[in-house]
């Protein structure tokens, strides 16, 4: 059966990477196939979950080589390969207008907030929950969406909520809102826009 090739784009533990790999072993992806993980930045836990699953990893390192020559050598990569979908999980770094408008709507986000709430530049990783609990709000959660040259900003594909609970501290908070939404909803939003892909492409 065909598949859309999917390059994961990470940037520190993975565990959304993770999450991806699983859901291809448990057959919930079935229209896509994990062909490169490519990360910003070298020793990342997240390289080590790619080789452990037996697909190719990649370092472009974005502080090295400056934001410029790292998309091109981004560009390059997914270019040879053939990638079709690209996929952020955990990915930290901004991507320009040049790029984002080489890709519409076949680069996909996964965010640990209900956007419009707590997004945009300077949102990210545990700093999202913690802008969450300073607010007050009580309930929050996670969101896959395609990316755009707006920083969180592309069209939704998926959210789901998750509540929050005296006592929460933004790492129990981030631990909460990846097990109950984020592992869920990404993996699915992946199989869910391969599959119109592979629709549109036959
Ligand atoms: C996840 O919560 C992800 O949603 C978030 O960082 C964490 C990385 O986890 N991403 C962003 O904030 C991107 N703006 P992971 O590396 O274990 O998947």
């Not at 979950?49 to 697909?55: C, I, N, Y």
């Not at 949102?123 to 040259?149: C, D, P, Q, S, W």
């Amino acid at each position: 059966m065909e598949k859309i090739k999917v390059a994961v784009l990470v940037s520190g533990g993975g565990t959304n990477l993770g999450a991806i790999l699983k859901a291809v072993d448990d057959k919930i992806i079935q229209s896509a196939e994990i062909d490169i993980v490519i990360s910003n930045k070298s020793g990342v836990y997240a390289l080590e979950r790619a080789k452990a699953h037996g697909v190719d990893s990649i370092v472009i390192d974005k502080k090295a080589l400056g934001a410029k020559e790292f998309e091109k050598q981004l560009v390059d990569v997914l270019e040879s390969r053939g990638i079709g979908l690209i996929v952020l999980a955990g990915f930290m770094c901004i991507l320009s207008e040049d790029f984002t408008k080489r890709y519409p709507e076949k680069i996909i986000n996964v965010h640990p907030a209900l956007i419009p709430s707590f997004c945009g530049k300077g949102y990210y990783g545990l700093k999202v929950h913690e802008e969450a609990l300073n607010y007050g709000v009580k309930v929050t959660g996670a969101t896959v969406h395609f990316v755009n040259e707006i920083p969180d900003g592309g069209k939704i594909i998926a959210q789901k909520a998750v509540e929050i609970l005296d006592g929460d501290t933004p790492e129990i908070l981030q631990k909460r809102v990846m097990e109950n939404a984020e592992w869920i909803i990404l993996p699915r939003a992946v199989e869910s826009v391969a599959k119109d892909m592979l629709k549109e492409k036959n």
